[in-house]
């Protein structure tokens, strides 16, 4: 039947496709949510021994991160920064749902030359953890909205996590913290940095700020 | 071959005879047409036969010039291209001879038919010559003889205007051709085709500066993008005739330089086909967007080339893929659907270009949104025109589809590579050919709905007459062509066999096995256009039973309500591809007048797009000011006076003395 | 060539009209109205048949040419599709390409059938409709390439029949492709949300206001085509979602049957419950399908890799 780790990989490609085509910032930001919720099922299924106690923490940690807390704190801030719609980036939301497909198709060919110390839990996942770290970048540069860049780091966290993930099923303690602690000082920073922009200026264009230097 | 050769020689003498009974224009118009007829029909004589025969036949001569000797072959795949050369011109000369009656007393037709006749004659020996020098010179003769042809009408600054740019444009492109001789020529020692086959393949670097400097001196006479610049000026100021033979056929010898370039280098690494199949679809999508914005019908079937010939490109650099990945089937489906498409693409080409020019004639002018309803007053021309059209978009049954098919087996084919980074460049070509289909359509809908449907947008169109029958007669035997072709492609690709065997150079059991997989779905796609036709043929017997004893009557259009709806009021050609042109927004430079309606009852209300080249503005344009500031300061040389220049001449025989001296007597 | 392949073309001539009432009845429902008969389609094609016809004065031969070119290509392409168990009577390797480019004749006849008539609202809606099915192309083509590569095959036939011995493998690839191949369709056949087949607007029409001005015979061909267009695109779809794997004859068929009449209410449940799509929003959904098919494309070579 279908391997259910397939299918998580194929729905974080779906999500990625379908983030870099929204311009409603609400949309994104439960794009990257669904994202979250997809990787956290993964610990469950991708270990090698079973499903632990360490897997099924794992799980529960990333989901309420990820999946719940972050978004949310996002979706407070919109509501504050009271701005719904993605202003048209420079490369046209069509162009970057083709240039979404190019970096899928650039990562597949990066990994393919690629050897791997241990079989992977799936052929698609090594290319799909490149390729979200690749969307969340694209993500970050392309976008002028504050908010729809903190959602590009967070795709990008994604990616890298999933690398992790796949690489060293059995991470070690600290890597872990490592992980969810960038997280956590990335969005603070980001939330507070963004309160702050908006209260000064009233909009958090990242474009404006240019203006600040002589 | 000796029959080609008498085929040029009759050409170039009734060239010349028209040239000298220019004062009596009947006579010359006589001479010559009829010669061009009767050399160009011996040309498919020749060339027919050593296609079937799949011979090669070489003459030689000596001659008198330093590295040069008059060696020509025919061989199958310089026969292959005399079919379109000899076909299209032949017919373009009849038509011509109508044409240019309404050019009776302002210039001379004796000239006209001289340079006609010559350009033939040098297309002819630029494909079968097999010594650089003679190609060279015969490449030179070519480019100015239609250089005289296109400032035709040289009364209007335009066309001399547009006449310099073709000439500078096409001497950049020989200069690198120049170039590409001189350093084969250098390792093998002598400019013979077959001393430098013999002298073995070059190495890496060598061999890719080879088909770098192939690629843009041929490119350049092909209109491969970004070098086209000089097609969408040269060609609609032509006459029509004129600009046929350019666009259907002396393209194609930028094609077949190309061709005759990658069998003289060593087989092509993958690099070089990954580039063609990259440049063939830039030049594709870009090609037909371009022609998508323009509202000069000429321009338009211009751009066109553009894109059929970035086809071309596409399914040679699949091929050269095929052959260097060992993908037997990608190598001749490829190559053969390109060779495949050259023959078709001068059919339907020709005869759009030669529908054009009875537009044209008839109504005084190119622009589309003056024109419309034609069909009516036309009809002929405007049936024949459609076929084009829906040949060029490639549809079935006709023959675009057919070679288009072959290239889409040929990309197919490339699934069967498992690896990825192979697999990639083939499998590009897929949704590219259909979006490049997909826009052919918006483009020739918009052609000739504007131009031949509907009613007429104003007095000019209205006023349309019929042209003659010489003028009628090459579109219809086009049509019929492509209709052919269509109908039975197997048999034209039988013809194809051993041109496509001589590029690919395979070995002939696989190669067999290939054309087989070849054939197989032709035959179907024949069995199918037969049925399409008699399935549409059925449909309307059916129809006119139905309708018999019952009442079929007419009225005007419905004016969904308004009172009074004028000829104006229907779609123009740049309404109609607007939704096109906004959505590619991004790719084209728009520079767009507007004086919008205000008030209750606007009185007046205008708007202009006007869609300029990219290539041309962002690339040509600012180097050639560059160009232009440095060599101004070598104004000085310039004095005016005679002595001076005396001077430099005697200069330069005195150094000329001295270093001959000093090198060559010891 | 066994007389079972013809079954599909027989189905396709006699079914298509019905399945276009299940459409219309599945929206009724959703309205809370009864609704028109089943077979309101097979009524009308006869009535239209009896009638004689009126043509426009500005019109030419390709007014009159335009019906029937369109439904000869639909007739010929529906002898390419498979259903159930049964091959097409028509395959052999390339068959996919020509059936696109059948497609395409029968539109670009539509279109210039169309601009025949001279009236501003006929090019409107044809101005419209060359775009999107310049954009729709591309997405239905990869996506039949993306079923070739995995099953290795040309033909829509083979494609059919390897899609049921790989079943169990092909993963989530056939769900993407029918996805895309679900957007062509209600692009092609113009449904909500690319355009509504029951506005009576001409300025929001993009298919209808192309057909406005033919009637009699003319209108029923357009229309019988309009329904075996629908059918052919999802026979495809359904083929592709469920292929014939239990070996019974019968029992495919039914099955097969049974899921072209939930694609028609499925068609149906999604006209009733979404609005129409803005003019200039519709490129970026046929453009997100092309990138769905070309992922199913590269998740086909993804699997094949390792």
């Known amino acids: 039947m279908i391997s259910f780790v397939e299918l998580l990989m194929i729905l974080i490609a779906l999500t990625n496709l379908m983030l870099v085509g929204s311009s409603r910032i609400a949309a994104c930001i439960n794009l990257a949510a669904a994202q979250g919720v997809v990787l956290s099922l993964l610990p469950l299924l991708v270990t090698n021994d079973g499903i632990g106690l360490r897997a099924v923490l794992l799980a529960v940690v990333v989901f309420s991160v990820k999946g719940l807390f972050l978004p949310q704190l996002l979706r407070r801030a919109l509501l504050t920064a009271d701005v719904k719609h993605e202003v048209e980036p420079w490369v046209g939301f069509t162009a970057s749902i083709v240039l979404n497909i190019l970096l899928l198709v650039l990562s597949f060919w990066v990994t393919a030359r690629l050897t791997m110390p241990r079989p992977m839990p799936s052929p698609l996942a090594l290319p799909l953890a490149l390729s979200t770290i690749l969307t969340g970048l694209f993500v970050i540069i392309s976008r002028f909205n504050a908010l729809s860049q903190v959602v590009g780091y967070l795709v990008l966290e994604n990616g890298v996590y999933l690398f992790g993930l796949i690489l060293a099923p059995e991470v070690p303690l600290l890597v872990e913290m490592g992980i969810l602690l960038d997280v956590f000082v990335a969005v603070f920073v980001m939330g507070i940095a963004i309160f702050h922009i908006s209260r000064e200026f009233d909009h958090i264009d990242v474009d404006q700020l240019t203006t600040l230097k002589d | 071959m ?226 086209h610049v000089w097609l969408p000026e040269a060609h609609p100021v032509a006459p029509s005739h004129v600009s046929a033979v350019m666009s259907a056929v002396m393209v194609k010898v930028g094609i077949y330089g190309l061709v005759r370039a990658l069998i003289l280098l060593p087989p092509a690494p993958a690099r070089w086909g990954g580039l063609l199949i990259g440049i063939g679809i830039v030049s594709g999508i870009l090609g037909v967007l371009f022609a998508l914005a323009q ?138 050919l259909a979006l490049m289909g997909g826009l052919a359509a918006v483009c020739f809908t918009k052609v000739v709905g504007v131009v031949f449907l509907g009613e007429p947008r104003s007095e000019q169109a209205a006023g349309a007459h019929r042209p003659g029958l010489l003028m009628s007669l090459p579109m219809l035997v086009l049509a019929a062509g492509c209709l052919l072709c269509g109908i039975a492609p197997q048999g034209v690709v039988v013809l194809l066999v051993p041109v496509v065997s001589q590029v690919v150079r395979m070995d002939l059991a696989t190669f067999s096995a290939q054309v087989e997989n070849a054939m197989v779905p032709l035959r179907w796609i024949s069995l199918v256009a037969s049925v399409l036709i008699g399935l549409a043929l059925a449909l309307a017997v059916l129809r006119k039973v139905l309708l018999s004893g019952r009442e079929v009557a007419t009225s005007g259009t419905w004016g969904c309500g308004y009172t009074r709806p004028t000829a104006r009021m229907q779609y123009t050609s740049s309404s109609f591809a607007q939704p096109t042109i906004l959505f590619f927004m991004p790719l084209f430079r728009i520079r767009q007048t507007l004086i919008a309606p205000e008030g209750l009852f606007p009185q007046r209300a205008a708007f202009s797009m006007e869609t300029s080249d990219p290539a041309k503005e962002l690339l040509y344009l600012p180097a050639f000011r560059w160009v232009g500031r440095l060599l101004a300061g070598l104004r000085w040389l310039q004095r005016g006076h005679l002595h001076i220049y005396i001077l430099y001449i005697g200069v330069t025989l005195v150094a000329l003395l001295i270093w001959y001296v000093e090198i060559h007597i010891p | 060539m066994d007389i079972g392949s013809f079954v599909p073309l027989v189905l396709a001539l006699t079914v298509a009209p019905l399945f276009v009432g299940v459409i219309n009845r599945t929206k009724a429902v959703f309205a809370g109205r009864v609704g028109p008969p089943l077979f309101q389609i097979y009524y009308d094609l006869r009535k239209l048949l009896g009638k004689g016809a009126v043509y426009s004065r500005t019109t030419t031969w390709v007014f009159r040419a335009g019906p029937i070119i369109s439904l000869s290509a639909v007739l010929v392409a529906a002898t390419i599709i498979p259903f159930g168990s049964w091959a097409a009577p028509l395959r052999f390797p390339g068959d996919l390409v020509l059936f696109v480019y059948l497609l395409g004749l029968a539109r670009v006849f539509t279109v210039l059938a169309a601009l025949d008539t001279g009236s501003s609202f006929e090019g409107m809606g044809a101005s419209r409709e060359v775009l999107y099915s310049a954009l729709a192309e591309p997405a239905l083509i990869l996506g039949l390439a993306a079923i070739a590569r995995k099953t290795n095959s040309l033909s829509l036939s083979e494609m059919h029949q390897g899609l049921g011995s790989l079943w169990a493998e092909s993963g989530l690839v056939p769900v993407l492709v029918v996805v895309a191949l679900i957007v062509v369709l209600l692009t092609e056949n113009s449904r909500i949300p690319v355009d509504d087949p029951n506005t009576h607007l001409e300025l929001t029409m993009i298919h209808e206001v192309m057909v406005l001005d033919h009637g009699g015979p003319d209108f029923a061909f357009i229309m019988y085509a309009a329904a075996l267009k629908l059918w052919v695109l999802g026979t495809l779809s359904v083929d592709m979602l469920l292929p014939a794997r239990s070996g019974v004859v019968l029992v495919d068929a039914v099955v097969a049957l049974a899921g072209m009449f939930g694609l028609a209410a499925l068609v149906g449940i999604v006209e009733s419950t979404m609005a129409r799509l803005r003019l200039n929003r519709v490129p970026q959904l046929l453009v997100g399908a092309t990138m769905i098919s070309a992922l199913a494309l590269v998740l086909v070579y993804g699997e094949a890799i390792k």
């Not at chain 2, 020689?9 to 005879?17: A, D, E, K, N």
């Not at chain 2, 993908?327 to 495949?340: D, H, I, R, T």
């Not at chain 2, 589309?368 to 309803?373: E, K, P, Q």
Request: proline share 4%; net charge negative; with cysteine.
């Open chain 2, 2 to 227: 000796n029959l080609l050769l008498v085929a040029v020689v009759l050409l170039f003498v009734s060239g010349t005879l028209a040239l000298v009974a220019g004062g009596f224009p009947a006579l010359s118009k006589v001479l010559g047409a009829g010669g061009s007829v009767a050399g160009c029909a011996l040309g498919l004589v020749a060339a027919v036969g050593a296609l079937t025969r799949a011979s090669t036949e070489a003459l030689g001569y000596n001659w008198d010039v330093p590295y040069g000797s008059f060696s020509v072959a025919l061989d199958p795949l310089s026969a292959w291209f005399v079919l379109p050369i000899c076909g299209i011109c032949g017919l373009s000369a009849i038509y011509g001879a109508k044409y240019l009656d309404a050019y009776a007393e302002r210039k001379s037709r004796g000239a006209h038919w001289f340079f006609f006749n010559l350009l033939a004659a040098s297309m002819l020996m630029v494909i079968t010559a097999r010594n650089g020098v003679l190609f060279l010179v015969a490449w030179e003769v070519m480019s100015l003889a239609s250089y005289f042809l296109v400032v035709f009408d040289d009364d209007d600054e335009g066309v001399l205007e547009a006449g310099r740019t073709y000439l500078i444009a096409t001497h950049l492109g020989t200069a690198f051709l120049l170039g590409f001789f001189i350093v084969l020529g250098q390792r093998a020692g002598s400019l013979d085709f077959a001393a430098i086959a013999a002298a073995g393949p070059p190495d890496a670097a060598t061999a890719g500066l080879l088909f770098l400097l192939a690629l843009v001196g041929f490119g350049t006479k092909a209109g491969l993008m970004p070098l």
């Open chain 2, 295 to 432: 509202h000069d019908l000429k321009r338009l079937l211009a751009y066109h080339t553009v894109e059929n010939i970035g086809i071309i490109t596409l399914g040679l650099g699949l091929g050269l893929l095929g052959v260097s990945f060992r993908a037997p089937l990608v190598a001749v489906l490829g190559v053969s659907g390109a060779l495949f498409h050259v023959l078709n693409h001068a059919m339907f080409k020709g005869l759009l270009f030669l529908g054009a020019g009875a537009v044209a004639h008839a109504t005084g002018t190119r622009d589309l949104d003056l024109l419309g309803g034609l069909s009516k007053r036309m009809p002929w021309v405007a049936g024949a025109f459609l076929v084009g059209a829906v040949a060029i978009v490639g549809l079935p049954p006709l023959n675009g589809f057919a070679s288009e098919f072959l290239i889409y087996l040929g990309a197919f084919g490339g699934e069967e590579l498992s690896d990825p980074g192979q697999a990639v460049p083939c499998l590009l070509v897929i949704p590219a």
